[in-house]
């Protein structure tokens, strides 16, 4: 059974920094692509960046410059770096991440955390 779970939400200020955590446990034996969405009020589910397992990144454009991915391989977790924030990221930050529980069979399945809220607020 694989969990993703993530830390780190919280209300800050606007032009403030927040650092959003995601670990992955149970039985794992690879992880692929891994990636922070985001679900404002009202809105669909975006991608808000990704990195691959040698750590290329991409982000939306939304982001960009503000925001940093990164992941440690060995610990399977991915973080997100948020500075800069202003009041339109606000939303619920989701966790995802290709993984393969087991080598033999090899099935890559997407798994999602359960969401941490950030607030971005005067």
């Known amino acids: 059974q694989v969990q993703l779970v993530e830390s780190g939400g919280g209300l800050v200020q606007p032009g403030g920094s927040l650092r959003l955590s995601c670990a992955a446990s149970?039985?794992?034996?690879?992880?692929?692509?891994m990636a922070w969405y985001r679900q404002a009020p009202g809105k669909k589910r975006e991608l808000v960046a990704t990195?691959?397992?040698?750590?290329?990144?991409d982000y939306a454009d939304s982001v960009k410059g503000r925001f940093t991915i990164s992941r440690d391989n060995a610990k399977h977790t991915v973080h997100l770096e948020m500075n800069s924030l202003k009041p339109e990221d606000t939303a619920v930050y989701y966790c995802?991440?290709?993984?393969?529980?087991?080598?033999?069979?090899?099935?890559?399945?997407?798994?999602w955390g359960q969401g941490t809220q950030v607030t971005v607020s005067s």
């Open positions: 995802n991440a290709e993984i393969a529980p087991t080598r033999l069979p090899y099935r890559i399945a997407d798994y």
């Open positions: 149970g039985t794992i034996f690879s992880i692929n692509d």
């Open positions: 990195i691959t397992s040698d750590h290329s990144t």
